[in-house]
């Protein structure tokens, strides 16, 4: 099934180039279902390469999903057009009163700062507090999970000896989760962060649970015990390339950093990527959407309890 975008997006060109059903805003109108609202709040600073990354794995599901885009209006957004701003992003003003079966809250390069030292953190908090009564579940990526076990449960973050970057095993602590629902026992996701949570401080809240772990990057998944909130600590969503492009970056700003583990081939930044995590990415979004999405969310979306 697709993934409703607005007709003139320039990722549909994009997922449509790689054979992936997109549907038009006008085709969709043509359908008598209701299709599942998703907001995705873009924190990232290449919003068109984060924008078609969500977008490709949010689309390749049995469901209709109807996208809309946000942004934090305290932060000023050098890295894209500020007319593709203007024509697809909306502000939390504009959809403060709406309804979501769906979010995700996509990870930032600001993880370095206190939290509270982020410009737009005071936004941020509103809007995560917004998403107890108006969002059914929520989906917070790499810093976007620092933020969110930070602002809902206390969790602290910690910074690393360096950064972590590459592709790394990790195991299920609950393999019964239907999150994990058709996973290998032991799968590979990329990470690329200089901080991290800890295992034992989300051990210690009873309001959470671990699902996943890594022996080399630490916790990757946890949700809370009402399955309303889900914190992803890695990037799923990455495309081949962008860890690859994020290691060639450093090089250039003369950083010295180290290859991103079990990434390239023979560890040789003069080959190619080696991608050994895009079936268990796409199966961990398709789980999400499938399991605590669409098969819990009321269908009058006004039913949606605060939690």
Same mark, same amino acid.
């Given at each position: ?15 449509? #180039? ?26 990232? !600073? ?12 949010? @689309? ?54 206190? &939290? ?20 059914? @579940? ?9 933020? #969110? ?16 970057? #590459?592709? &790394?095993?990790?195991?299920?602590? /609950?393999?019964?989760?239907?999150? &994990?629902?058709? &996973? ?7 990470? @690329? ?21 890594? !022996? ?6 946890? /949700? ?32 010295? !950093? ?10 040789? !930044?003069? /080959? ?29 979306? @006004? #039913?949606?309890?605060?939690?």
């Amino acid at each position: 099934m697709p993934i409703k975008i607005p007709d003139s997006l320039p990722a549909r060109s994009i997922l449509e #180039g790689e054979n992936i059903f997109v549907m038009t805003e006008y085709r969709a109108l043509h359908q008598d279902i209701r299709p599942l609202k998703m907001l995705i709040l873009n924190l990232m !600073p290449t919003k068109l390469d984060t924008e078609a990354q969500l977008l490709r794995k949010l @689309s390749n599901t049995p469901l209709q999903v109807e996208i809309e885009l946000l942004r934090t209006i305290s932060h000023d957004s050098k890295n894209t057009n500020p007319e593709h701003l203007e024509t697809f992003y909306r502000s939390y003003d504009e959809i403060r009163d709406n309804r979501y079966d769906g979010m995700i809250i996509t990870g930032a390069p600001v993880e370095r700062l206190d &939290f509270e030292q982020v410009d737009y953190w005071e936004e941020l908090c509103e809007i995560m507090e917004w998403t107890k009564s108006n969002v059914h @579940s929520t989906l917070h990526i790499c810093w976007g999970a620092q933020a #969110g076990l930070y602002y809902h449960y206390g969790i602290q973050k910690y910074d690393l000896p360096k950064k972590l970057s #590459g592709v &790394f095993s990790h195991t299920a602590e /609950k393999p019964n989760s239907p999150l &994990f629902r058709g &996973f290998n026992d032991v799968f590979y996701m990329p990470h @690329s962060r200089y901080t991290e949570v800890r295992a034992e401080d989300i051990l210690a809240n009873d309001k959470l649970e671990l699902l996943s772990t890594s !022996p080399e990057a630490g916790v990757f998944a946890v /949700k809370s015990e009402n399955n309303r909130r889900f914190f992803i600590t890695g990037h799923p969503e990455y495309d081949a390339d962008t860890l690859a492009k994020e290691y060639f970056r450093d090089v250039k700003k003369g950083l010295n !950093p180290d290859i991103p583990t079990n990434y390239f081939e023979d560890d040789d !930044p003069e /080959k190619k990527p080696v991608i050994i995590w895009r079936s268990h990415a796409q199966l961990l979004y398709n789980n999400w959407l499938n399991y605590y999405v669409y098969q819990t969310t009321p269908y009058d979306l @006004s #039913g949606i309890d605060k939690d």
